[in-house]
């Protein structure tokens, strides 16, 4: 509730920047910039608190405000010797919202407040402009008639509109007469009176009130409201400001503009800047005329150009920031209304930082704060070339950056065999993929699913290759059979060109220009910066040479996670693999796997030479095996129609029906919780033998090159310690017999991954085989909330977001309240057990900045993340370590 004496009204030569929370950002500034002597408008700010109590008790809030807001007008009035509602010289306000955060959707500004049917000829006369004092008068009703009351702009427009008709086509608004205006101010109040009620309010009181009472009740209109939540906004509520009006819109000495101390799409250190004479308020980026540039200004307003320029100077110098300012010029004489740290394009963020570490402006630090990491993966990705002309068919889940152009192929054979025939840039397009689709995936430039969220098989795959993907795009009907899809009415066949966008979603039929990314110089420097900074390590999760070199690029230091199975799942490679799956001996099992070891070594060998000495951690084989195998129901029925044509030998079709058994055999009602990881090795040590060889193998030919190699082996899904001795004392036999017949000096590990709350619980015990600890947290999520993450996040999970169960999905960002603790406990009994026990996070965590923060915070020695967004990643570990200091 109101405490009586608590202070809601603060002149701007109270206030300072270090208010931002009370005064808002805007009501901050302009305390600061009074503070500091600049040329600005006096006014007061009604306090961010005061908008809070007003949702608990409105009319108490209003009665304490209003002889305080007098108060403050009456210090205005004895400061610019003139009266709020004088018929002969009145004192004009504007009234403008200014929450702490940036944010849309609040209420637009009310300009020239204070004007009357009487006050407005006073003006003109004070003035000797009356065609000034009727337009401030036009634009005032219309103001505050949108803005405070809510009628549609339109309708105002309409008739601004039929008065410029009238003199002639092109016209403008300063070709309007002051009989024009006049008979646009009878319109205006005849509309109002008929929209309301009620005459328009002739009383500035009442005008300055309802306008106040419009800004609190903004602070929670829908549009609000949606972009706070969102944008995770806290209810800070909004400040009002009130400010003594200066006009731009006097005549051609007069004028208003914005200008920024660098140029925010490219960084440069330009002053930039657009203004428009003889203008009030948003005429600038309303565009009611084309507004004229800096260079323009120094003809047209020499003195005021200089003085601006050094004033920019100044602002920058002390907000240690680029700022956005907005200015008026009232016959001549300059004045700043708002100034702001600008908003800026990812490239242009870098270049800033970078540049003002250079010139001594702020400290590395403070560069590397200045990023918001996320926003960084644009600079990595090509994007849509917003100026060009498109249209969107359709939005999915943005579930990997990036935007392509590419023909339609509804299928993963035809894919590879464009790509390797006639290298066409194709976009696999599917209602979702499998494992069997990989190679379709690579061969693709770009993936679009009907299905599937974030986590679908699609977009795993995608983000760790790093191309683009859009996918649970429900509104696309895709026809397998007819080899096309539609939306509504549109048709797209197969050959076709798509356009998707992986950053943002959207799906376009035909080519759109796209943009390259910008890996510039600032941004490597930047880059090196946060290597400074961070304490903890940078991996990448990679699982080819082209991966493993992408990584390097991007700065990882290391492997974090080699998914083995995708090794497995290359076309050529499957048959063999089917083959080691269904044998029905071990030795059957063992020919297969003869042929498997020299290309996993070969792949071995790749990655290791090319990582040149940084650590590698192999994982050795986690999914189910099923995942190698065709799709069940597909094989049944192919099998049947095989039957019923007779278009198989007898052979072929004993062998399709062999595989049939063994996929029944396999199935599983779980699999995420089957027959996956070390289970996998402890049933079929052979696997894991086979794939220790040949990391052994090809970790010892490299390093009798001279070359030094540092392998990981990672055993996953081990809940007990019994599960990691038997597969570690398995293994250790075979790669030191290994070792010793190359005869060779090796440093190796063998650890294990915690992704099962049980490993956590007892990571003690575990600790005393596991030699290094690397988080799941993909299964760990999944495991510790009891969620299948397919499931949730196709199902349910959008629904507890729509309910407020929960508002982050946490297979994207980690959730600190329960996974993050069991990794912080797993962290603390691990190092009990072996002090110097490095630990990683390897799930897809690894490479989002609020989870990286957590990471650094409990202690762990690296974060693995895929090779594209290293970048993020680097600069999300300096941040950590600033904020935590
Ligand atoms: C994990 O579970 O977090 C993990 C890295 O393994 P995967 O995503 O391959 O299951
Ligand atoms: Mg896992």
């Not at 906004?233 to 400010?243: L, M």
């Not at 980690?814 to 996070?841: H, N, P, S, W």
């Amino acid at each position: 509730m109101t405490t009586e004496n608590e202070k809601y009204v603060y002149d701007f030569s109270e206030g300072k920047k270090e208010l931002k929370n009370l005064l808002g950002g805007k009501g901050a500034n302009l305390a600061e910039m009074t503070n500091i002597g600049l040329n600005i408008p006096q006014g007061f700010t009604i306090t961010t608190s005061a908008c809070l109590k007003y949702y608990e008790n409105q009319d108490q809030v209003m009665e304490t405000l209003k002889p305080a807001v007098l108060d403050a007008i009456k210090r205005l009035e004895d400061k610019y010797n003139k009266k709020f509602g004088d018929i002969k010289d009145p004192l004009l306000v504007s009234v403008r919202s200014g929450a702490p955060m940036s944010m849309p959707g609040m209420m637009d500004t009310v300009l020239n407040l204070g004007l009357n049917d009487e006050s407005v000829k006073g003006l003109a006369e004070q003035t000797g402009n009356e065609r000034f004092a009727y337009d401030s008068y036009r634009r005032f009703l219309q103001m505050f008639s949108d803005v405070v009351m809510g009628i549609e702009l339109d309708h105002f427009e309409e008739i601004l509109n039929a008065y410029k008709a009238k003199k002639g086509e092109n016209a403008k608004d300063t070709d309007l007469e002051i009989s024009d205006l006049k008979n646009i101010i009878r319109e205006y109040k005849a509309l109002y009176e008929k929209e309301i009620g009620s005459p328009f309010p002739q009383s500035p009181q009442e005008q300055l009130f309802n306008s106040i009472d419009a800004v609190f009740k903004s602070w929670n209109n829908k549009r609000a409201i949606t972009y706070r939540k969102m944008n995770k906004i806290p209810n800070f509520g909004t400040a009002v400001n009130v400010q003594v009006m200066v006009f731009g819109n006097k005549g051609w000495s007069s004028g208003t503009g914005v200008a920024f101390t660098r140029d925010p799409s490219t960084g440069e250190k330009r002053r930039f800047g657009e203004y428009l004479a003889n203008a009030q308020g948003e005429d600038v980026v309303a565009g009611i005329r084309t507004p004229k540039t800096m260079t323009e200004m120094k003809e047209e307003f020499p003195k005021v150009y200089d003085e601006l320029m050094s004033l920019m100077e100044k602002l920058e110098n002390h907000y240690k920031d680029m700022q956005d300012i907005e200015f008026t010029i009232e016959d001549g004489e300059l004045f700043i209304l708002q100034t702001r740290n600008g908003k800026r394009t990812p490239t242009s963020a870098v270049k800033i930082a970078v540049d003002m570490v250079k010139e001594g402006l702020i400290t590395k630090e403070q560069a590397i704060m200045s990023i918001d990491a996320k926003s960084i993966s644009d600079l990595l990705f090509k994007s849509i070339d917003d100026k060009a002309d498109f249209e969107v068919i359709a939005k999915g889940i943005n579930a990997s950056p990036g935007a392509v152009t590419g023909i339609a192929i509804f299928d993963s054979d035809r894919t590879e065999e464009l790509k390797n025939k006639e290298n066409m840039d194709v976009i696999l397009v599917r209602p979702q993929t499998k494992p069997d689709d990989v190679h379709g995936l690579y061969a693709s430039v770009g993936v679009l699913t009907q299905f599937g969220g974030k986590t679908s098989h699609a977009a795993v795959v995608a983000r760790g290759i790093g191309k683009p993907a859009v996918v649970g795009a429900q509104d696309v009907k895709i026809d397998i059979k007819n080899k096309q899809f539609t939306v509504g009415n549109t048709i797209v066949k197969e050959g076709d060109y798509i356009t998707i966008d992986g950053t943002t979603g959207r799906i376009i039929k035909g080519k759109v220009p796209l943009v390259d990314p910008e890996l510039t110089g600032e941004f490597i420097e930047l880059l090196d910066i946060a290597d400074e900074i961070k304490k903890l390590g940078v991996r990448a999760n990679a699982d080819t040479p082209t991966d493993a070199t992408k990584a390097l690029e991007f700065g990882a230091q290391g492997i974090g996670l080699c998914r083995t199975e995708h090794m497995f799942m290359a076309q050529e490679r499957l048959p063999v693999v089917q083959q080691m799956i269904m044998a029905k001996t071990t030795e059957e099992r063992q020919v297969a796997l003869d042929k498997i070891l020299p290309m996993q070594k070969g792949d071995f060998y790749d990655i290791f030479k090319i990582m040149k000495g940084k650590p590698v951690t192999i994982r050795l084989l986690d999914p189910p095996l099923h995942e190698f195998l065709p799709e069940f129901t597909e094989l049944l029925l192919e099998t049947q129609k095989l039957k019923m044509t007779n278009a198989a030998t007898d052979e072929e079709l004993k062998e399709k029906e062999e595989l049939i058994h063994i996929i029944r055999t396999l199935h599983e009602e779980n699999p995420m919780m089957g027959l996956r990881g070390c289970r996998l090795g402890i049933t079929w040590p052979e696997i894991n033998e086979m794939q220790v060889r040949a990391i052994f193998q090809a970790a010892c030919e490299i390093k009798k090159e001279g070359i030094n190699v540092k392998p990981e082996v990672m055993i996953p899904l081990v809940g007990m310690l019994s599960e990691l001795k038997i597969v570690k004392d398995q293994l250790v036999k075979i790669a030191k017999e290994t070792i010793d017949h190359y005869n060779v000096d090796l440093d190796y590990k063998f650890g294990t991954m915690i992704e099962i709350p049980r490993a956590a619980l007892v990571a003690d015990k575990i600790a005393t085989e596991a030699e290094f600890f690397s988080f799941g947290t993909n299964d760990l999520t999944q495991m510790t909330f009891g969620f299948s993450r397919d499931d949730a996040e196709g199902k349910f999970l959008p629904i507890y977001f729509e309910r407020g169960v929960m508002t982050d999905n946490p297979f994207e960002i980690l959730d600190q309240e329960g996974v993050g603790q069991l990794m912080k406990m797993a962290i603390q009994k691990g190092r009990d057990t072996r002090k110097d026990l490095k630990c990683g996070i390897c799930g897809e965590h690894g490479g989002e900045p609020s989870s990286i923060d957590f990471a650094h915070r409990i202690g762990l020695n690296y974060v693995s993340c895929s090779p594209y967004r290293i970048p993020i990643a680097r600069i999300a570990a300096a941040q950590a370590n600033i904020k935590n200091k």
